[in-house]
C-alpha cells in the first residue's frame, strides 16, 4: 500500500493537466514574443484517450480531488469535451478549466454539457490598450463574452489577473469593480519569476502589501482566515464583496500545497520550483508510477523559488 504522503503531511489531491505548449494569447509574464511562434508550432503530445488513460492511473493511487485544465491554451486542445467526459467517466467530478477566455463563448455549452464545473479566466485588463500591452493581442471584447457565457451556463467563474508594476496596477480597481457588479470572484496574483522571468521581476513586482493599499484607499476590507489547501487568501468588504490575493512570493503557501502537475509531454512535477521531469508516460506498472509519484513529493519546498520552466510548458 502506497502512503504519499511527506513529513509535514503534504499529498497530491489537484491535478493541473498542462494539455499544450500552445497559445494564442502571448502574455509578457509568461512568453517572449520571439518565443511564441516556435510554441505554436509544437504538436499535441497526448491524445484524449492517453491522457484520460494516464490520469486514470494516477487518480487510481492517489483518489484525486480535482482535476485543472491548463496550458498553453487548454480550449486550442482538440477533442476537449471528449478529455472532459474521459476525465468525469473516471469518477472525477470536480473538473475546472484555466484560461485566457478567448474561445470559451463558443466553447463553454458543449464543455458544461461534457461535465465541466468552474473556469479560471485571466483577465489583466478593462481597457483595450493596456490588454494589448499586456497580452499583445486585442480579444478584450471576446474575454468579456466568454466570462458572461460561462456564468450564464451556470459555471464558477473566477477571474485571474496577474498584477506589474507600471503595466496594468492601474487596472486593478476597475476590474475589482467589475468583478463585484458581475458576482465574480476575482484574485489578483503577484508576478512569479518563472521562464523568461526567473531571477528578474524585481522591476515589475507589485506586491501583496501595495495591492491591499490600492484597494483600501477606496474599500474598507478584512481579511477571512486561509483555507487549507487554498493558493488564495480572501478579503472581504464592508459592502458585502470578496476578492483574493495569490502572493506566491511574498506570503509563500507551499506549507499546505496539494497539488500534482502534469505536463503535455507526460511528465509530472511536484512543485512549481522544479524544473525536472518526471516521465511517466512510458510507465506501465504500478511500482513505477508510485516511484516517479514518491520522486515528485520530494520536489515539493516550502518556499517558492521559480524556474527557468516557462508557465506556458507547466501550465501555471
Ligand atoms: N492560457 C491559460 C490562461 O491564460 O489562463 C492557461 C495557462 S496560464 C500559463 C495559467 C495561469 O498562469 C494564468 O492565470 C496566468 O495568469 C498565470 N501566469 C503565467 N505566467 C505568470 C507569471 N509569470 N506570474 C504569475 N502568474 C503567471
Not at 4 to 28: E, M, P, Q, W
Not at 84 to 104: A, C, E, P, S, Y
Not at 116 to 123: A, E, G, I, K, M
Request: proline share 3%.
Amino acid at each position: 500500500m502506497c502512503k504519499l504522503t511527506d513529513h509535514i503531511g503534504r499529498s497530491f489531491k489537484v491535478l493541473r493537466v498542462s494539455l499544450l505548449d500552445k497559445c494564442n494569447f502571448a502574455c509578457t509574464y509568461c512568453v517572449y514574443e520571439d518565443g511564441l511562434t516556435a510554441a505554436i508550432q509544437k504538436p499535441v503530445v497526448l491524445s484524449s484517450d492517453e491522457l484520460v488513460d494516464l490520469i486514470g492511473r494516477l487518480h487510481d493511487v492517489l483518489h484525486l480531488q480535482t482535476i485543472r485544465l491548463t496550458g498553453g491554451e487548454p480550449l486550442l486542445y482538440p477533442d476537449l469535451p471528449k478529455l472532459v467526459t474521459g476525465i468525469r467517466q473516471l469518477g472525477i467530478h470536480d473538473i475546472k478549466m484555466t484560461t485566457n477566455g478567448f474561445l470559451l463563448a463558443k466553447k463553454v455549452s458543449s464543455l458544461q454539457e461534457a461535465g465541466l464545473r468552474s473556469v479560471n479566466v485571466s483577465l489583466d485588463a478593462l481597457s483595450e490598450s493596456s490588454f494589448y500591452r499586456v497580452t499583445k493581442r486585442a480579444g478584450l471584447k471576446q474575454v468579456i463574452e466568454g466570462i458572461i457565457a460561462a456564468q450564464k451556463m451556470g459555471l464558477e467563474v473566477k477571474i485571474n489577473t496577474v498584477v506589474m508594476a507600471g503595466e496594468n496596477d492601474q487596472e486593478i480597481l476597475p476590474l475589482l469593480d467589475f468583478a463585484f457588479r458581475h458576482g465574480i470572484k476575482i484574485r489578483f496574483l503577484e508576478l512569479m519569476g518563472m521562464g523568461h522571468l526567473f531571477g528578474d521581476t524585481d522591476s515589475k513586482f507589485f506586491s501583496r502589501q501595495a495591492l491591499l493599499e490600492r484597494i483600501s484607499s477606496v474599500y474598507t476590507i478584512d481579511e477571512q482566515a486561509k483555507k487549507y489547501g487554498d493558493t488564495a487568501t480572501y478579503w472581504n468588504t464592508a459592502c458585502g464583496y470578496s476578492f483574493g490575493i495569490i502572493a506566491n512570493d511574498s506570503h509563500p503557501f507551499c506549507a499546505d500545497c496539494n497539488r500534482l502537475r502534469l505536463d503535455a509531454q507526460g511528465n509530472i512535477y511536484g512543485c512549481l520550483s522544479s524544473n525536472t521531469p518526471i516521465p511517466l508516460r512510458e510507465v506501465s506498472s504500478q511500482k513505477g508510477l508510485e516511484a516517479g509519484l514518491y520522486a515528485a513529493l520530494g520536489q515539493k519546498q516550502m518556499q517558492f523559488s521559480g524556474s527557468e520552466m516557462s508557465m506556458l510548458t507547466i501550465g501555471g
